[in-house]
């Protein structure tokens, strides 16, 4: 009876190493121990259970899981936990102040409407902080925006809102509220 499925000797267990990771995630240092294929974006929702930065493509093209990784906007589904094993990472939970106040991109965001189904959001949200918090005077022409922007991928508004935002975001941080 060679060849029935379920007979035969079984196949032997790959084992799953496990590699020690440290770093710091919005600010709490966190030591773990991962698989070396984890992605780090499973690594912040499975692992962390920080679960804002969202996972779209997992081909680095559409920007959902942007986060910031030691001082630069990044995809974390594009890198291992273990790449990101000494690094500082920002997820879009740290932007907030700790009295739950939305910080100036979250507000614009929500004044200039743009979002609608928000999936996209957080990694708008994590490139324009980055870009901003980086330029003491930002470039806010069409172009610049744009440039900035073109990481990220949003299948429901349109975009007008959201280059709208950034520059609300930019004029909010400078105190021109």
């Known amino acids: 009876m060679a060849g029935r499925i379920g007979q035969g000797t ?13 770093m710091t995630v919005n600010g709490e240092r966190i030591e773990r121990e991962v698989s070396p294929r984890m992605l780090l974006s499973d690594f912040i929702r499975h692992e962390l259970r920080l ?16 986060v910031i990784i030691d001082g630069h906007a990044g995809r974390s589904c ?6 990101a094993d ?18 100036p991109v979250q507000r614009a ?17 994590m490139a324009i902080v980055d870009y901003l918090e980086g330029n003491e005077d930002p470039d806010l022409s069409d172009d610049a925006i744009r440039a900035v922007l073109s990481g990220n991928l949003c299948r429901c508004t349109g975009y007008k809102n959201i280059v709208a935002a950034f520059r609300r975001s930019a004029a909010l941080m ?3 509220g």
């Open 78 to 83: 594009l890198a291992f936990a273990v790449q």
């Open 86 to 103: 000494g690094a500082e990472i920002r997820t879009i939970e740290s932007v907030a102040g700790p009295d739950g106040s939305l910080h």
């Open 174 to 176: 400078r105190g021109a």
């Open 51 to 66: 679960t804002g930065t969202h996972v779209g493509c997992e081909h680095g093209v559409c920007g959902c899981c942007t």
């Open 109 to 125: 965001f929500r004044e200039c409407h743009g979002l609608q189904c928000g999936y996209c959001t957080p990694g708008f949200v």
């Open 10 to 22: 079984p196949p032997r267990p790959s084992p799953d190493p496990r590699v020690a990771v440290s």
